[in-house]
């Protein structure tokens, strides 16, 4: 979830469930509301390990683990509970209460991201699986406003009354979301079905703007199948000339006239071997760990070098460039090197997929000379 829509929550929860009886020293219902904002950002503070980590992969899979584990949370409302009461500026309060609002606050963020696609270490430090429940799209304006107009009503008529009508309003949204996510996913496993892949892993994530537009996604051992569902929409064509919005909302198609698109894994023909060889590479250790949904995008040539470039499914927009884009590139010395793309970098040459040079290049990892040519 974004900064804003956790620090909200974080308020609004904490107004609702502060207790009847407010007297020092207990925290009052203003205080609680501005800590319980300050408590459901606090989990966020990992960001800074982004400062102090050179390798930002190393970092994304850091992301969401101690301060957003289930295990830990007890120990970070009483820290955090205790030192708050301890300094609050207005004079010392109930530790206690400290603690509970930070309990609150802090488990409403690790629910809030576990609701999205990106993975919550919930299990942190003893475990660095990550788990998730893609139903909400990170950025979600109907969950958000649900809870702005719950502050600002709280704002202007006090009590907490209007604190539980926006927070009950993006819990509703929640569901509904949840409802929907297991609903599409059904699409998925039925072309799974229809497609002879029994037992694969299938996948709907939540898509931005609508509760409706769903991504579909059929894990394969060579590709990833991926459809755009959008469930009451109908039968539309993508108009290549529309803005970049109007074409996004086009690709969503009703579930009778779905579209799958192939993603493979490793490149395709001849230069799959390659991809297969670049991947599992140690330089790509860290990618491997942190991508769900990985495929092969393209091939350039980035410094003189040819490269793979490779992506996470979990993140691609439709009409966008995906984020978290890396590639992995070898020298004419023998040399690999990963190499981080820029989300917006559309200079990068693109070349046709290097070829094997024979049976034994399997062993030498040689790129040809030429691109796109077997030697």
């Not at 003893?126 to 990170?138: D, H, L, N, Q, V």
Request: aromatic share 14%; charged share 20%; proline share 8%.
């Amino acid at each position: 979830m974004d900064p804003a829509t956790h620090a909200l929550s974080g308020a609004l929860l904490n107004r609702v469930a502060a207790p009847r009886e407010l007297a020092p020293p207990r925290f009052t219902l203003a205080e609680r509301t501005g800590l319980g904002a300050v408590a459901a950002l606090w989990p966020d503070i990992d960001w800074f390990l982004g400062l102090l980590i050179e390798d930002p992969l190393v970092y994304l899979n850091l992301h969401r683990g101690e301060t957003h584990s289930l295990i830990l949370l007890p120990l970070w409302a009483l820290l955090l509970g205790w030192l708050s009461a301890r300094l609050w500026w207005r004079g010392p309060r109930d530790w206690r209460d400290g603690a509970l609002i930070f309990a609150l606050g802090i488990g409403i963020h690790i629910v809030g991201d576990w609701i999205t696609n990106f993975g919550t270490q919930l299990f942190a430090p003893f475990s660095r699986e990550t788990f998730s429940f893609p139903s909400t799209f990170i950025v979600d304006p109907w969950i958000t406003g649900f809870l702005i107009l719950g502050l600002l009503m709280c704002c202007f008529r006090g009590g907490r009354l209007w604190a539980g009508v926006g927070l009950g309003g993006a819990t509703a949204i929640v569901v509904l979301q949840g409802s929907l996510m297991l609903h599409a996913q059904e699409y998925a496993r039925a072309e799974a079905e229809q497609r002879g892949l029994y037992g694969a892993r299938v996948h709907a994530m939540a898509q931005p703007l609508s509760p409706f537009h769903w991504r579909l996604f059929i894990e394969g051992d060579a590709y990833q199948l991926s459809a755009h569902l959008g469930l009451f929409s109908s039968r539309s064509e993508v108009d290549p000339d529309a803005g970049i919005w109007q074409r996004h909302w086009q690709m969503f198609q009703p579930p009778d006239d779905l579209v799958w698109e192939a993603f493979p894994r490793f490149g395709e023909g001849p230069s799959q071997a390659w991809g297969h060889k670049a991947w599992h590479r140690p330089e790509m250790a860290e990618f491997r760990q942190f991508a769900e949904l990985p495929y092969l995008r393209k091939w350039v040539r980035h410094e003189g070098d040819p490269c793979a470039v490779f992506a996470d499914l979990r993140f691609r927009i439709a009409q966008v460039p995906p984020p978290f884009q890396y590639a992995i590139c070898r020298s004419d010395t023998g040399e690999w090197r990963r190499e981080a793309v820029d989300y917006w970098d559309i200079l990068i040459e693109e070349i046709d997929p290097p070829l094997l040079r024979g049976p034994s290049a399997r062993d030498r990892g040689a790129w040809p000379t030429a691109p796109g040519q077997p030697g």
